[in-house]
């Protein structure tokens, strides 16, 4: 989700007519002018000892931290808070100089402790704190809300520390409880109780300063499972992993939120120590996916608005394990050891009995299974993939780099079974996503696993991933489709012949597809057969070897259009010898009966049986033809005969009327035999469409002709939406279907064919990614077809493996992939168009078309043509080189990640690409931003002077200079602050002997003087207890060399200081002022400056690191 647009809301005027309306109306509950109540606390200031305390407003202490008594779901429904979200995104983050309006604002749009926080949370989380810098026009005040958000987007300031302030600042006021008794609800209520607010301070003549929100807020410290967590790093690493997060109390009870986690999102984190097992289209591991940077994004995730504590452990785990809110709080090894979970897992509701983070296998295989609802919801939304890991390391198997088809992945009821067998050892990360459907855009982590296998299988894999997993589920059983022979994903056959019966509840349009490692998809459509006799629907396989192969069924409603869902998977395991089981003859789409087209062109077979069986070896079909404009062709095919020996054997006839035509087909012998029937329109060329189709059994077979017979096939990857292809046309009407797969209502609009000089010119259009088919015929015009070639084409984007391609092309650019080699030894052109010869049918064919084919060229004008292509090859190669290179710079530049702009930037210098729009010029500028925000940003974290002003130098002298003007300010800011301690501890190094020997002097010094010293050797380190006494000063004084106290204050750093040490040292001096030490002794003044400036230093690098300065009991160095 992306941030909110900010806005200003508009109030009524109070001197307006609707105004004056609205006083009177509420006149009574008004309260009468009265002088503000001033508070300790002023405006625009950061106090953090009025912080140290958020139950200051409270007449009861706070509870102790102990488990909620309600269950988030039981008190927060976040249908009923859209009011509130809302209305808090409204505010404009313009008027955070100070916390008035803040206040009053939340104030107004809340009637509950539980709606003040969803308030404050919500209106957080839609801020895009990376972005903030360009909303805000000059630097804020130092101290002010403003401020401290933006010093969050530079990372100087948190989320968790933030959140705390908003509920705890006060700035004054006090009408909330008259504005609570306001009638009404919803907006007008909330609208009315602001109006009326903004009212009251007018008619007082001021705006008065506001009460605190007074939430009582916690911050956590702790460790969290944060994208720097790595699942295979033991003993965990704390420095990495530290975090805050917040504890709100809500009715009595600590509610957990982390505002951060809410409202960032982190993807693509990966590194060397891990290789995706998943080939590419090259089938070799993706070497960028090795070691991809994060990239962040800014959503509200609303798990983490007061999340359940059992559920956030699973992430979180506080340093004081009270504030788990547990009743048995975890150990840090119990948090180590458990398995990564993601807020998808409780979304979901899973449940599993396997939690640890690592699964060891000594057998070769595990299975992992998880729960969810037992309910049809579940069974028909929630759903899995996964992605599986190898040890980067690992280089002994590196044949087997795709192990995705070693997991198998089934559905039964509320199970979600996970079982892998791994053809090899070693260590594995295993992640698996989920997704609900009817509530999810996409797939989300719900949990990982580390996985250690001892022992390699033999195993082959499975010849397919499907999404829905295996088996029969929901998916069949709201398409109406009950499994009545197999209930079983898994099948086993002994000879190959395998027969699958259903029970459907309605007429369906069906797909089927056979898929094996090692045969392609369309030589197995001949050994696979679907018909629906009555309400039963039948597939019938004849697996030619022996192996593993899936069964994939797509369904739906029957003329339903467009891409048909995948309903249905079996795991097929053939245990046959290697012998061939004799194919079905060739039948469109493996299938017998009506196709889904017939009904849309009045096309009616008169027998419907999907099986016939001739008489004498003869056979007459019929169909009724109801649109005079349609002609129609048959196709005989038979495994048992050359298709060239079939296709003089149909005749047709058509009946007076001229609305019956009759295929009468006089068999050449026994076997099986498949008649295709296709139509076509008289006015649209030579586009065919697919009516109906028979199987013919004609006795027993004498055998099927051998696979390498088969039709030839050419396959292709197309990048653009158009394609044209060239067949010679050789006398013979030459006609095609154009399909998409898995698809019904692709009607063949998408294509066209031209009759151009001697050639047919096949005009074909790809609407979208995905794969298509096309299937050419020879005819006699008249009656007759025979398959004469396939055409299979996988249409892509170019380069698919890049996010967020740039869609816009340069001026002047040749776009890519414009010259693709598509066939072997065929080329496209600019229109892509495809030169190929007719397959033959017989030796007697070949050599008549030959003769048309033969190009009446001169040998000179074959050479000279030949190197134009050449050329035109190289020249195109070049472009099409270059347009990837600016491609990749694009996408780096929208990424706005400096290493991958610097990585594009030197590819394209080295490549020489042509730059007519200054691309390159625009990414240097990107990058220098990028790369001095990112230095400027370190260096006001470390507070380091000099580095401080030499990135300041840097960044005033470099072109993006104004771009970072806010930047500058900032650390112009932090410079003044570190200067200003250098100067006090230069005037520290610069007090000579004789003032330091008059302080020493003393018996029983003044108390401003006392105090001072106290607060100096506080923050040196020194124990609060023998500093009551003077004379343990003045002989702390003494002391000389390393110990002597200038030499200290020369080398004390902030980063050394104590949290506890700071606070009392404040305390020590918090009452007094600069003159009351300086009349007593001019270097007990001294030292107290130094004090004062060391410890405001100390509480600003507090707010900066997250820490509560007042609560806090680390050293400056340790980040809790």
């Excluded at 009637?111 to 989380?125: G, Q, Y």
């Excluded at 068999?667 to 009516?691: R, W």
């Excluded at 040998?859 to 070049?878: G, S």
């Excluded at 009392?1064 to 300086?1078: G, H, M, S």
Aim: glycine share 6%; with cysteine.
């Amino acid at each position: 989700m992306g941030s909110q647009p900010t806005k200003t809301v508009k109030f009524v005027e109070s001197n307006s007519e609707k105004g004056q309306q609205i006083l009177r109306k509420y006149s009574d509950i008004l309260p009468p002018a009265t002088q503000p109540q001033v508070t300790t606390l002023q405006r625009n200031t950061l106090d953090h000892s009025a912080i140290a305390e958020c139950s200051q407003h409270r007449e009861q202490p706070l509870p102790l931290p102990k488990p909620c008594r309600k269950k988030k779901n039981e008190i927060f429904q976040g249908e009923k808070f859209s009011e509130i979200d809302k209305l808090s995104r409204e505010f404009d983050i313009m008027k955070m100089n100070d916390w008035d309006e803040f206040n009053t604002y939340m104030k107004s749009i809340s009637n509950t402790e539980l709606e003040l926080v969803r308030a404050l949370f919500s209106w957080i989380a839609s801020i895009d704190f990376s972005n903030l810098e360009n909303k805000v026009e000059d630097l804020p005040e130092g101290g002010t809300p403003l401020d401290y958000m933006l010093k969050i987007q530079w990372n100087m300031g948190n989320h968790a520390y933030f959140l705390a302030m908003c509920c705890r600042m006060n700035s004054g006021g006090k009408h909330l409880q008259q504005l609570n008794g306001v009638k009404g609800k919803g907006i007008a209520r909330r609208r009315v109780k602001l109006l009326l607010h903004i009212f009251v301070r007018e008619r007082e003549g001021e705006r008065e300063k506001e009460e605190a929100l007074n939430i009582s807020c916690k911050i956590i410290n702790g460790i969290n499972k944060s994208a720097a967590y790595q699942l295979e790093d033991m003993p965990i690493n704390r420095r990495l992993l530290t975090a805050q997060w917040n504890a709100v109390l809500i009715n009595d009870e600590w509610r957990l939120i982390d505002i951060l986690w809410a409202s960032t999102c982190v993807i693509g984190k990966t590194n060397k120590s891990w290789t995706l097992i998943k080939e590419n289209e090259d089938n070799e591991i993706d070497e960028e996916e090795a070691d991809k940077e994060p990239e962040t994004f800014h959503r509200v995730n609303e798990f983490f608005f007061i999340t359940d504590p059992e559920k956030l452990v699973y992430t979180h785990l506080p340093d004081i394990p009270q504030w788990q809110l547990l009743s048995k709080p975890i150990t840090e090894t119990q948090f180590a050891e458990t398995f990564y979970v993601r807020e998808r897992y409780f979304e979901l509701n899973m449940t599993n009995e396997t939690t640890n983070r690592v699964i060891r296998s000594k057998t070769g295989d595990i299975n992992i299974t998880f729960y969810v609802e037992d309910s049809d919801h579940a069974e028909k939304n929630i759903n899995f993939k996964f992605l599986l890991y190898r040890k980067a390391d690992d280089n002994e198997n590196d044949e087997f780099q795709n192990l995705e088809n070693f997991i198998f992945y089934s559905k039964v009821k509320n199970k979600r079974i996970f079982q892998i067998k791994f053809p090899i050892k070693g260590t594995f990360k295993l992640d698996i996503f989920g997704t609900d459907k009817s509530r999810h855009e996409g797939y989300d982590l719900a949990c990982s696993y580390l996985i250690i296998n001892d022992k390699p299988l033999k195993v082959e894999p499975l010849p397919d991933i499907p999404e829905i997993g295996w088996g029969i589920g929901i998916e069949a059983k709201e398409k109406g489709i009950e499994a009545k022979s197999h209930q079983s994903p898994i099948i086993e056959t002994s000879d190959g012949k395998v027969e699958l019966r259903f029970n459907l509840a309605k007429s369906l349009s069906v797909l089927q597809n056979l898929r094996s490692n090692s045969l392609d998809e369309l030589l197995l459509s001949k050994h696979t057969l679907l018909r629906t006799e009555g309400d039963e629907m039948i597939v019938s396989l004849r697996l030619p070897t022996g192996g593993d192969y899936a069964l994939k069924l797509f369904a739906d409603g029957e003329g339903s259009e467009g891409d048909l869902p995948n309903v249905c998977n079996y795991l097929i395991k053939c245990l046959k010898a290697d012998e061939e089981c004799e194919a079905f003859p060739k039948m469109h789409e493996g299938a017998v009966g009506k196709s889904h087209l017939a009904s849309k062109l009045g096309v009616v077979a008169l027998d419907n049986s999907p099986i016939v069986k001739p008489t004498d070896g003869k056979l007459s079909v019929d169909f009724q033809v109801n649109d005079e404009e349609l002609e129609i062709f048959a196709e005989l095919t038979s495994n048992n005969y050359q298709p060239g020996d079939l296709f003089n054997l149909i005749d047709k006839r058509i009946d007076n009327s001229g609305k019956i035509t009759t295929f009468d087909i006089d068999l050449p012998g026994k076997g099986e035999f498949a008649l295709n029937v296709f139509a076509k329109k008289k006015s649209t060329g030579n586009k065919l469409y697919h009516i109906h189709t028979y199987l013919i059994d004609n006795e027993s077979s004498k055998g099927s002709l051998p696979l390498n017979q088969s039709i030839p096939i050419f396959s292709s990857e197309i990048f653009k939406d158009t394609l044209d292809i060239c067949l010679p046309a050789n006398r013979v009407p030459v006609y095609a279907e154009f399909q998409r797969k898995n698809a019904q209502g692709f009607d063949n609009e998408n294509f066209s064919v031209q009759l151009n000089g001697k050639n047919n010119l096949f005009h074909l259009e790809f609407p979208e990614n995905g794969e298509y088919k096309m299937d050419v015929y020879k005819g006699d015009g008249i009656k007759r077809l025979q398959q004469i070639c396939t055409y299979q084409f996988w249409k892509r984007d170019p380069y698919p493996d890049e996010l967020n391609p740039i869609q816009e092309a340069e001026e002047g650019e040749t776009s890519e992939k414009e010259t693709e080699k598509v066939l072997p030894g065929v080329y496209e052109s600019k229109k892509q168009v495809i030169e190929s010869k007719e397959p033959k049918g017989n030796e007697e064919e070949e050599s008549t078309e030959n003769k048309t084919e033969v190009a009446e060229k001169t040998e000179e004008q074959k050479a000279l043509e030949e190197e134009q292509r050449k050329r035109m090859e190289q020249i195109k190669a070049i472009e099409r080189e270059h347009a990837k290179w600016r491609e990749l710079l694009k996408q780096a530049m929208n990424k706005e990640d400096p290493h991958q702009i610097s990585t594009a930037m030197k590819n394209f210098r080295q490549h020489k690409v042509t730059d007519k729009l200054g691309l390159l010029n625009k990414a240097q500028q990107l990058f220098d931003y990028l790369t001095i925000t990112e230095e400027l940003s370190y260096a006001m974290g470390k507070r380091d002077l000099s580095k401080l002003k030499l990135i300041i130098k840097k960044a005033q002298g470099s072109s993006v200079s104004k771009k970072l003007n806010l930047q500058i300010k900032m650390a112009q800011r932090i410079e003044g602050q570190l200067e200003k301690l250098e100067k006090l501890r230069h005037a520290v190094m610069t007090l000579n002997q004789k003032t330091i020997a008059e302080l020493k002097s003393y018996n029983s010094p003044p108390e401003p003087a006392h105090l001072s010293m106290i607060a100096t050797f506080l923050l040196l380190g020194e124990k609060e207890s023998i500093l009551k006494k003077w004379g343990n000063i003045v002989a702390l004084m003494g002391k000389t060399g390393k110990l002597s106290l200038k030499r200290r204050v020369q080398e004390a750093n902030v980063e050394n200081f104590s949290y506890p040490d700071c606070r009392r040292a404040r305390d020590y001096i918090k009452n007094l002022e600069l003159n009351q030490v300086r009349d007593v002794s001019s270097a007990a003044a001294t030292f107290f400056v130094w004090s004062k400036g060391m410890i405001e230093e100390a509480e600003s690098r507090s707010e900066q690191s997250g820490n509560d300065f007042s609560r806090t009991t680390s050293s400056m160095g340790v980040k809790r």
